[in-house]
């Protein structure tokens, strides 16, 4: 008490100026979110927060802003840590030089594969940085029934989450149809959130009227999966929370600025959701998101506010996400609003970024106790071949730059009962092998709108639990592509006439990688351009297939069960009659 008592003393009497600040930032423009002001003032920090705001004069330390803007820490309402396919330290070391200080992660993707083991490895590797890594408990952990995932968390492992404080939240319930259908499991997880007071993350895609109010009506307040103005419009008027979202698969933001006015722009938030490492080094992070609605028409500070203190206010982080006396001091210094290029990065009160560097030492963090995560029984070629007796499959499409996919049915080609690609109408084979418990299921389907002409390709991050996923025009390459998969313990991999064209290890899961963002990026570019020889069109072919067996999203999706129809949540024949 006497040290707290102290330090609080010492904050009141640098904001009266009778003491000097530990940093004094000098003749910065302050964007005051509050307010929507800007106005030029020096800036007092101690012990970490910001003590006041005006003609300070006292600093130990000295930062002369020279005219810069000066705004808080960025932040990310939603990402996937996993889907960068870093380390928390390797993220943090790509982005905190972008401006963020704070990013709200749901591992539920890493929670598939190892439980409540992976979340304490995600806690523990996220630690110390120089980076607030809030997280939230995952919620559908396996996703659905529909799948076989590696680890379960019920309303106990839930329960026990909560009681770490740095556990903020219950983190996106994606199985709406069990919320709306009043399922007993998934209504208990909301009521240990609220009665935690936690907040509810949302994942409502396309739902609307009396399905939508029935969701909203358990408390859950935010969404990220909203794609039209439409679907914005009647969640706003429900009170719900819309993150903007804009990553490497998924690309929301632009089509929904429209819909912000004066009054309604303090319900928005900015997000990545997934966002791979060649992307957030090209484009950015949050700042990118930034410079995209400011050059679509919005308002500088609103974008700021979207990505500073209404992401703070509604995860309820009262010290967070604005330039006023007693909030933390994560500030970040831009040189001009419109190119919004970041120049300094202030993470509690200390410089971690500043004319290009990094301040802080950041190394990848990993146990043995997350890695050997593969786990299947032994494959042949034949398990890859598919036989129906009809003329007609159902067929899942992809459509590019979205995670949603159609549900076609088509007439195919075969040979007896056996199934063929079919390279004119660019129907190839998928499947998706189960890898946690060596049970041996296989699911079969057929794809189109991969454009792969030769060859296979094949990943150990597919969408929630995180099975094997192979697509293929040959039962060999396919086969080879999950051997490879299996030596590696995780990774991606092409593969054609039985040859190893390119591959990335992920031995964290079979989801992360220990190495560097560019290291990873450079794997992907090889990747990329090895799947590009073999005719895909895709630009990211290995993010587009890897929500492929994710069976929350519309419409059509492969797990290894079998063929999901979404709308229905539930098994479809690959045949139709």
């Known amino acids: 008490m006497e040290l707290i008592l102290e330090k609080l003393a010492h904050i009141v009497a640098v904001a009266r100026g009778n003491k000097a600040a530990d940093l004094l930032i000098k003749d910065a423009k302050v964007v005051n979110v509050f307010s929507g002001e800007i106005y030029k003032a020096h800036v ?3 012990s970490g927060y910001i003590a006041g705001i005006g003609n300070y004069k006292k600093g130990k330390q000295l930062i002369n802003a020279k005219g810069r803007y000066l705004i808080p820490g960025l932040m990310d309402a939603h990402i996937h840590l996993e889907s ?34 992976g979340i304490e490895y995600i806690l523990r590797a996220s630690e110390n940085l120089p980076l607030n890594v809030f997280v939230l408990a995952p919620s559908c952990v396996p996703a659905t029934h529909l799948e076989t995932s590696g680890a379960k968390l019920d309303v106990k492992d839930i329960a026990q989450l909560f009681e770490n404080p740095r556990i903020i939240g219950l983190a996106e319930m994606m199985n709406f149809p069990g919320v709306i259908n009043g399922e007993k499991d998934v209504l208990e997880k909301i009521i240990v959130a609220k009665k935690a007071n936690k907040v509810i993350d949302g994942h409502a895609p396309l739902l609307k009227g009396m399905n939508l109010q029935a969701y909203i009506s358990t408390g859950i307040d935010a969404d990220h999966e909203t794609i039209d103005i439409s679907e914005a419009k009647e969640k706003l008027q429900a009170g719900m929370w819309l993150m903007l979202r804009e990553g490497t698969a998924a690309k929301n ?25 060649a992307d957030l080094l090209k484009e950015g992070h949050i700042d990118h998101l930034i410079r995209l609605a400011i050059k679509a028409g919005i308002n500088p500070i609103w974008a700021i506010k979207m990505a500073t203190i209404n992401c703070a206010e509604r995860f309820g982080l009262k010290q967070l996400g604005a330039i006023a006396p007693g909030y933390k001091a994560d500030l970040v210094l831009i040189n001009d609003l419109n190119k919004f290029q970041v120049e300094i990065v202030i993470k509690d009160g200390e410089i971690v970024f500043e004319e290009g560097v990094l301040k802080t030492p950041l190394l990848p963090y990993v146990e043995p106790e997350v890695t050997n995560t593969i786990n299947i029984k032994e494959i042949t070629p034949d398990m890859f071949k598919i036989k129906i007796k009809g003329k007609k499959a159902r067929v899942i499409e992809l459509v590019s730059d979205q995670i949603l996919t159609k549900s076609l049915i088509m007439e195919v080609k075969k040979q007896g009962e056996e199934v063929l690609v079919d390279l004119e109408r660019d129907i190839i084979k998928i499947a998706v092998i189960e890898r946690h418990h060596a049970t041996g299921n296989i699911g079969l389907g057929l794809v189109s709108g991969l454009g792969l002409k030769s060859g296979a390709l094949a990943s150990s991050v597919a969408h929630d639990s995180h099975n094997i996923i192979v697509a293929g025009v040959s039962e060999n390459d396919m086969y080879v592509a999950v051997k490879a998969i299996k030596e590696m313990q995780g990774g991606f991999v092409v593969v054609e006439n039985g040859m190893i064209k390119a591959g990335l290890s992920l031995p964290i899961a079979g989801l992360i990688s220990p190495l560097s963002a560019k290291e990873v990026a450079f ?18 072919p290995f993010l587009t297939l890897s929500f492929v067996a994710l069976p929350v999203i519309p419409q059509l999706r492969l797990t290894d069960k079998g063929l999901v129809d979404v709308n229905k949540f539930d098994f479809v024949p690959l045949e139709v009659e």
């Open 84 to 117: 960068t396919l870093l380390t928390p330290s390797a993220l943090a070391k790509v982005i905190i030089p972008h401006g963020t200080t704070s990013i709200f992660i749901d591992p539920h993707e890493i929670a598939n594969v190892l439980g409540l083991k």
């Open 523 to 540: 794997h992907i570019k090889a990747l990329q351009k090895a799947a590009k020889e073999l005719g895909v069109r895709l630009k990211n």
């Open 253 to 277: 933001l632009i089509n929904l600025l429209p819909i912000i006015n004066a009054f309604n722009v303090h319900h928005f938030l900015l997000c990545c959701d997934d966002k791979e490492p």
């Open 44 to 46: 007092a920090i101690v």
